[in-house]
């Protein structure tokens, strides 16, 4: 298997550079290699990847997923969420309060009055138990132990990362715990199919369509309002390919609370957890492209708004709105939104999501 020998050079990255102890477990970095000869390299510190290598129209290979290129920069990075797993809970709780058999729970406030992306140290800050299965697929472990991050239940979890042949990164989340909980897991990627360089280009130019007829409205602290609006007539309708930078800097209240995009977007479904199309990217000059396809009933389109100018992989620094994300989970702020899909997880169930990013040219 690749990860037993040692590697210097992975996709322009060095293993030796991903390896130390933190809390007395071990990070690593860990490559997946499909029969067409592309790379994908992941930490199991948040499970972040670092590295996604994919041909353009022309054949030549680059890194596609903004990262660090060492573990202390991982650790240290501005962007803490930078192409990590998510969790306990992807998004926002209001306030950091919901209640659960009764009971009310606080978690830590960390995003302006609200609880964001499972608290100070979630699942993007917590070194997981790696499990190479095979050339292909990367099995990272994580107990989030009861009341951690303020969070009722012990959770155990685990992420199934896959790369195919036909260069699709798939993520499977599995999830179990033994005391009712709530649970939304995501993966962060901040996606530059233009290629990881110096300077990063925008993302303006990149075509983008998104599967879903309706969005969340966010108050002035991102919290959805409760309204599921349509995206008819708004900056927010993708049903038709469109360019990123057309709406961005809209004159729109909601442009203007996200800084941008930064809002839940719910997916089309004909059946509730169906693996089903949610958005499609075109970046016109390298002609790469990227599918989503998603279990989950939304999708928070984040267009990198805040995080300006630090240093990333390959000497490359990143420019805000140098990367897309596409972060497919339940609604922010479900525990509080009786009528949107529940996050409610009991014991004895499982909880299961499924997302696919789909790598291709055009
Ligand atoms: O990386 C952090 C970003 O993650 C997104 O999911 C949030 O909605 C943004 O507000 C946040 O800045």
Same mark, same amino acid.
């Given at each position: 298997m690749t990860n037993t020998t040692e590697t210097k050079n992975i996709c322009g990255l060095r293993r030796e550079d991903f390896q130390t102890t933190v809390n007395g477990k071990k990070t690593d970095l860990f490559i997946l290699k499909n029969k067409a000869g592309n790379e994908v390299a992941i930490t199991n510190y948040g499970g972040a990847v670092v590295a996604i290598m994919v041909p353009d129209k022309d054949g030549k290979l680059a890194n596609v997923i903004q990262g660090h290129d060492n573990i202390q920069d991982v650790i240290n990075s /501005?962007? /803490?969420?930078?192409?990590t797993l998510i969790g306990r809970f992807g998004n926002r709780i209001a306030k950091g309060k919901f209640t659960l058999h009764g009971k009310e729970y606080s978690l830590p406030i960390n995003n302006g009055p609200n609880a964001l992306h499972g608290g100070v140290k979630g699942f993007n800050a917590r070194v997981w138990k790696p499990e190479m299965m095979n050339d292909q697929t990367l099995v990272l472990h994580y107990v989030a132990a009861? %009341?951690?991050? %303020?969070?009722t239940g012990e959770l155990k979890t685990t992420v199934v990362y896959t790369w195919t042949d036909n260069n699709e990164l798939q993520i499977e989340y599995l999830a179990c715990t033994n005391k009712k909980t709530i649970v939304n897991l995501t993966h962060h990627g901040f996606f530059s199919l233009a290629g990881i360089a110096n300077p990063t280009p925008k993302v303006d130019n990149l075509i983008c369509e998104i599967n879903a007829d309706f969005y969340l409205p966010i108050d002035e602290t991102s919290i959805p309002t409760g309204e599921i609006r349509c995206v008819e007539g708004t900056p927010f309708d993708f049903r038709t390919p469109k360019e990123? %930078?057309?709406?961005?800097?809209?004159?729109?209240l909601q442009i203007k609370r996200g800084a941008g995009y930064d809002h839940c977007f719910v997916l089309n479904k004909k059946e509730e957890g169906e693996l089903s199309f949610a958005a499609r990217i075109t970046e016109p000059k390298s002609g790469r492209t990227m599918e989503v396809y998603t279990t989950e009933p939304g999708m928070q389109l984040y267009t990198d708004n805040w995080a300006d100018g630090y240093k990333g992989q390959h000497g490359a620094t990143f420019p805000k709105r140098s990367a897309i994300c596409?972060?497919?989970?339940?609604? /922010?702020d479900s525990p509080n939104r009786p009528y949107f899909p529940s996050v409610v997880l009991k014991e004895g169930e499982q909880y299961k999501q499924k997302t696919i990013y789909k790598f291709g040219v055009k």
């Open positions: /501005p962007e /803490p969420y930078l192409s009861y %009341g951690e991050e %303020g969070f990123v %930078g057309k709406d961005i800097d809209a004159d729109n596409f972060e497919c989970q339940h609604f /922010p």
